[in-house]
């Protein structure tokens, strides 16, 4: 092989390696997240409630070992309410869709750090707007056709969900130089 194959074959070697690496961690993440309760999900249930709160004006106390409860609005926000998928969903598109941009180990370092806390910060605002629009579909007891009530909040979850994760991706695309590679 010649340098320029060599160093090109090693950068792919080393994507590979922290795109695994990263994989590694939403793995961990997962299996954390399988066996969690309301109180190890404080760190992302407790911002989300915060923003629910101001989002709503509905008030949320906590209820120890089931989650945040609105007994006003007759709703709760518990540990599968937590965004907890989304968010490992959220990080690995964007380090396994965006490494190929960095050439550096610094650069993919930065890369995974940045996805991790843009993950996080978006999953407690998509996850705060999710559960806001769900307490509105809620309280009005809206159905569509065969759709009750629960299969409208599934559905509008999953919009919520999808323009969060694109518009996500959109921007680490456009910050990281990738938009010059898509047809975004």
Same mark, same amino acid.
């Given at each position: 092989m &010649?340098?320029?194959?060599d160093?090109? +074959? =090693?950068?792919r070697v080393? &994507?590979?390696a922290f795109? %695994?690496f @990263?994989l590694?961690?939403? +793995?961990g993440?997962?299996?954390f997240?399988?066996?969690a309760?309301?109180?190890? #999900?404080? =760190?992302? #249930?407790?911002? !989300?409630?915060?923003?629910?709160e =101001?989002?709503?004006? @509905?008030?949320?106390?906590?209820?120890?070992?089931?989650?945040?409860?609105?007994?006003?609005?007759? $709703?709760? *926000?518990?540990?599968a309410?937590?965004?907890? &998928? $989304?968010?490992?969903?959220?990080f690995a598109?964007?380090t396994?869709?965006?490494?190929?941009?960095r !050439?550096?180990?610094? %650069?993919?370092?930065?890369?995974?750090?940045?996805?991790a *806390?843009?993950?996080?910060?978006v999953?407690?605002?998509?996850?705060a707007?999710?559960?806001?629009a769900?307490?509105?579909?809620h309280?009005? /007891?809206?159905? =569509? /056709?065969?759709?009750g009530?629960?299969?409208?909040?599934?559905?509008a979850?999953?919009?919520?969900?999808s323009? $969060?994760?694109g518009?996500?991706?959109?921007?680490g695309?456009?910050?990281?130089?990738?938009?010059?590679? $898509?047809a975004i």
């Amino acid at each position: 092989m &010649n340098g320029v194959m060599d160093r090109a +074959w =090693w950068e792919r070697v080393l &994507n590979v390696a922290f795109i %695994g690496f @990263a994989l590694g961690l939403a +793995w961990g993440l997962k299996d954390f997240y399988s066996h969690a309760r309301f109180e190890d #999900l404080g =760190w992302v #249930l407790a911002p !989300t409630r915060r923003l629910v709160e =101001w989002l709503s004006g @509905a008030s949320f106390a906590a209820e120890p070992g089931i989650g945040y409860l609105s007994r006003d609005h007759r $709703f709760q *926000i518990v540990p599968a309410c937590a965004g907890v &998928n $989304f968010m490992i969903v959220a990080f690995a598109s964007l380090t396994c869709g965006l490494m190929h941009t960095r !050439t550096t180990m610094r %650069g993919r370092l930065g890369l995974l750090i940045a996805s991790a *806390i843009a993950a996080y910060g978006v999953t407690i605002v998509a996850n705060a707007a999710r559960i806001s629009a769900a307490m509105r579909l809620h309280a009005a /007891g809206v159905t =569509w /056709g065969p759709l009750g009530t629960e299969h409208l909040l599934t559905a509008a979850g999953v919009v919520v969900y999808s323009l $969060f994760l694109g518009g996500l991706f959109g921007i680490g695309a456009r910050m990281t130089g990738a938009g010059r590679d $898509f047809a975004i």
